[in-house]
């Protein structure tokens, strides 16, 4: 497949070792403002995968994201802030890196080269049909990521992915394809920066909607989120407060640690 690689262009700067640290971040800014507007318009694409995902979790299936480098990285903080935030348990989501977990901390050399090895730790997870997977790659072009998204669809697997060109590979490895074309990058090819930005946003958007469609949050709130810390069980409290106009702090804090959540101590207190 022919296309234009956008994430390898030459930057629109030069002789950046000569700017002043001022120049830098303001021209690095100014770049990354045209990162929302980019996932706007992937708008309608993003759409079609949180349909796609959200069937399959409605119906019991999980959600993976495969990618390398910073996109793989990209998909394991995602995946890992989906149950504290959401209350869902572990494994709903998960977040596969080329490499191994040691990739997440330190680059591990040609891992992304290899073809074959993202189908087989996707099978160290007992893939099936129920399930959705998303590969995730700038450039688009990742072999571990499209071997695994090829294995996918010869599995029945829904595929989806995130790339910042068009027209790539990885897209026509995928079922539900989204492109976020964010131009050049301020140091030329370095993707770790607004195509990194962009996958994050995507990310954001997926995993949040996805959640809502679930029922994991209610109005505004994350009312299933894990009392992990000091910081989210205050909130939770100010949450039950709220919810059933209570004025006693220590009460609704006693009802919340015995409940486990926002949702489950509102519910057993209207039963009462």
Request: aromatic share 4%; glycine share 8%; proline share 4%.
């Amino acid at each position: 497949m022919s296309f234009i690689k956008v994430t390898e262009q030459v930057s629109h700067y030069n002789h950046l070792e000569k700017m002043s640290v001022t120049e830098l971040l303001v021209d690095m800014n100014k770049e990354d403002q045209t990162v929302p507007l980019a996932v706007a318009k992937a708008i309608p694409q993003i759409e079609k995968l949180v349909a796609a995902v959200a069937d399959k979790m409605l119906a019991g299936g999980r959600l993976f994201y495969i990618g390398a480098g910073t996109s793989g990285r990209l998909g394991v903080v995602d995946a890992s802030e989906c149950p504290p935030t959401f209350g869902v348990p572990q494994g709903l989501v998960v977040g596969l890196i080329a490499g191994g977990d040691t990739a997440i901390r330190k680059a591990v050399e040609f891992a992304e080269d290899d073809r074959r090895q993202g189908w087989i730790d996707l099978q160290a997870h007992d893939i099936t049909d129920k399930d959705v997977v998303v590969g995730i790659a700038a450039s688009g072009t990742t072999p571990y990521v499209i071997g695994a998204l090829d294995e996918c669809r010869r599995h029945g697997i829904v595929t989806g992915s995130i790339s910042c060109n068009p027209d790539t590979p990885v897209s026509a490895a995928a079922d539900f394809p989204v492109e976020v074309v964010v131009g050049p990058e301020f140091v030329t090819g370095s993707t770790r920066l607004k195509s990194g930005t962009a996958q994050k946003l995507v990310l954001n958007m997926l995993s949040t909607a996805v959640m809502i469609q679930l029922g994991r949050v209610e109005d505004n709130k994350m009312v299933n989120m894990q009392l992990s810390n000091e910081k989210l069980v205050d909130r939770g409290v100010k949450m039950l407060m709220e919810q059933l106009s209570l004025t006693d702090y220590q009460q609704a804090q006693e009802l919340l640690l015995k409940a486990g959540s926002v949702k489950k101590a509102v519910d057993d207190f209207v039963k009462k």
